[in-house]
T-cell receptor, first 113, second 109 residues
């Protein structure tokens, strides 16, 4: 059984650029959630995908968007990057029914310069 | 809106001492989680608490949940340096997790 894997592990982008982060969910899990963790803060919920549909969204602007694929892997896209987007982005996968604990990937450290 | 508050935010302990981290949350929830995070790393699951009065222990860490008081505690017994990390509690907000700000624990000899 493979765990949750994220790529890339580190990324540096310039303000105004676009970025795509990727997440492979744990085997058997059909729900993927994305979190943003700024330095020194707790993770903040961005959105969740269940069966390829967005299933809940936190307080993030529309330039944060996502996709989930038939194999339940997921992408997080951020357009028009801002300096404040610099953070650790965490992906977590879980099973919706019965609801299980979410397991986190190792994260992607995004730096916007 | 579900809010989660942890205290203290910073904790400097001596090895061998005991201490408790507190986690209060604002509305009812059926699940509470404790995570550990080392610098630059992801979240490591420590405990999942599902019911009122639940108590779980792993090594020097023990977590409990009082759903009526909306309070969870993480008790550290006889701290050792290896426990130095940031500890987060998180409450299940209908499918997504609401995290506290974390408690940065430093255990000194």
């Amino acid at each position: 059984e493979t765990g949750v894997t994220q790529s890339p592990t580190h990324l540096i982008k310039t303000r105004g650029q676009q970025v795509t982060l990727r997440c492979s969910s744990q085997s058997g899990h059909n729900t993927v959630s994305w979190y943003q963790q700024a330095l020194g803060q707790g993770p903040q919920f961005i959105f969740q995908y269940y069966r390829e549909e967005e299933n809940g969204r936190g307080n993030f602007p529309p330039r944060f968007s996502g996709l989930q694929f038939p194999n339940y892997s997921s992408e997080l896209n951020v357009n028009a990057l801002e300096l404040d987007d610099s953070a650790l982005y965490l992906c977590a996968s879980s099973l919706a029914f019965p609801r299980t604990e979410a397991f986190f990937g190792q994260g992607t450290r995004l730096t916007v310069v | 809106e579900l809010k989660v508050e942890q205290n203290p935010l910073f904790l400097s302990m001596q090895e061998g001492k005991n201490y408790t981290i507190y986690c209060n949350y604002s509305t009812t929830s059926d699940r509470l989680y404790w995570y550990r995070q080392d610098p630059g790393k992801s979240l490591e699951s420590l405990f999942v608490l599902l019911s009122n009065g639940a108590v779980k222990q792993e090594g020097r860490l023990m977590a409990s949940l009082d759903t009526k008081a909306r309070l969870s505690t993480l008790h550290i017994t006889a701290a050792v340096h290896d426990l130095s990390a940031t500890y987060f509690c998180a409450v299940d907000g209908q499918g997504n997790l609401i995290f506290g700000k974390g408690t940065k624990l430093s255990v000194k000899p």
